[in-house]
């Protein structure tokens, strides 16, 4: 099951993939992954800088390297499925709702934000999108991502849920009884673990006797795949075969993408001041995997992109950013006597 070379991604760190393999691929979904991977890393930086200079009050968890693995996943997915994110979701959200102003919006603690500003950065919602929520209680989604999908089975449907998670999140028991529940329920349940091979700040080697999780999905019978979490190719055509499966005969299924996070654990630092195992020749080396000049070159040498398409590109992502990030920033803040309105209380 494992895919050729992903060995040598995680072991090696000057392994360099060959090109990615477009073929197949409908140009039309190239530019699509193209623009929205540049956006949401576009937009991640526009936050790493407002957080510098103060301007967001609440914690910021960046996925900057991380892009084409929502991206991939997104693009098979419709408005009625349930997709629950964790506290480094902001390319989970912009996936299947490109409203830049909701996400900047709620960063700063706006009304006008995805969670009427009460959320903040690592609680995130667009219900008419399917994304139920991002909590930052690591695991905490993942056996909801499991009741969502067994209430669409109950319910007849062909939706499915995807649970997005990190490398520790399945570190918690709850993952462990939520593979065994999808499985023996036969739940439609995608669980995309984004192996980024740090838990805040403790590497994999340090924490597991493997770097890759993807056994714990075989202990349970559930058909798994390790991937280049950094080749949006790859997570696209796996992720689209998985979803079509799932659809027609419910039952879980297991992505696991190696990838790395260009930011520290929390907020705009490398972390290389707080890291254990982190170095900076290790982050160098990633960068030279990024999945976006992955991407873009890849386009370049078949011919289906210019330089003067690019130029476009970088000149419509900027302008979505500053115009979204300056009219959030004019956003109100929720009224005051709001504050308790959707909490829960039980008489
Ligand atoms: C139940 C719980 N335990 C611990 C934490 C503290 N914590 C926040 S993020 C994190 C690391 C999660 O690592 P991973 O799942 O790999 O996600 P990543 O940050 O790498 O995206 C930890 C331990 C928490 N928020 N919730
Ligand atoms: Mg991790």
């Known amino acids: ?75 098979s997915l419709r408005d009625t499925d349930r997709i629950f994110g964790a506290h480094r979701s ?4 912009l996936g299947v709702d490109k409203d830049l102003r909701k996400l900047f919006a709620e960063v700063l603690g706006r009304k006008t934000g995805f969670s009427a500003g009460m959320g903040g950065s690592m609680h995130l919602a667009s219900k008419s999108k399917g994304f139920m929520g991002s909590v930052p209680i690591v695991t905490g989604t993942v056996p909801l991502a499991v009741g969502a999908g067994l209430a669409s089975k109950l319910q007849k449907s062909s939706d499915i849920a995807i649970s997005y998670l990190g490398d ?20 439609p349940v995608l669980f995309v673990v984004e192996n ?14 493997l770097n890759t999780i993807n056994r714990f999905a075989k202990a349970h019978k559930i058909k798994a795949k390790l991937l280049d979490g950094n080749d949006v190719i790859e997570i696209y055509k796996t992720s689209s075969e998985f979803i079509k ?22 907020d705009w630092r490398d972390d290389i001041d707080v890291g254990v195992a982190r170095s900076k020749k290790d982050l160098l080396n990633w960068k030279k995997r990024d999945p976006i000049k992955r991407l873009r070159d890849a386009m370049i040498n078949k011919k289906i992109w210019t330089n003067e398409k690019q130029l476009n590109l970088d000149v419509k992502v900027k302008n979505l950013v500053e115009e979204n990030w300056e009219t959030a920033m ?10 308790l309105d959707n909490v829960y209380k039980d008489d």
């Open 1 to 75: 099951m494992l895919s050729e070379g992903v060995e040598n991604f995680i072991e090696d760190p000057n392994f360099i993939f060959p090109e990615l393999n477009l073929s197949q691929i409908k140009p039309s979904y190239l530019e699509d992954f193209l623009f929205s991977m540049s956006l949401i890393r576009a937009a991640e930086i526009k936050i790493a800088k407002a957080k510098k200079n103060g301007l967001i009050k609440g914690p910021v968890h960046l996925g900057v390297g991380q892009e084409a693995i929502a991206v991939g996943v997104s693009k």
């Open 90 to 93: 902001h390319s989970h959200i």
């Open 168 to 187: 520790g999140a399945t570190e918690e028991g709850v993952f462990h009884e939520s593979l065994n529940f999808a499985r023996v329920s036969n739940i």
């Open 196 to 209: 980024n091979l740090f838990s805040s700040h403790m590497h994999m080697s340090l924490r597991q006797p």
């Open 245 to 266: 499966n799932m659809r027609s005969k419910p039952e879980p299924y297991l992505i696991e993408a190696i990838t790395y996070r260009w930011f520290g654990h929390v």
């Open 330 to 339: 004019k956003d109100d803040f929720p009224d005051r006597n709001s504050l």
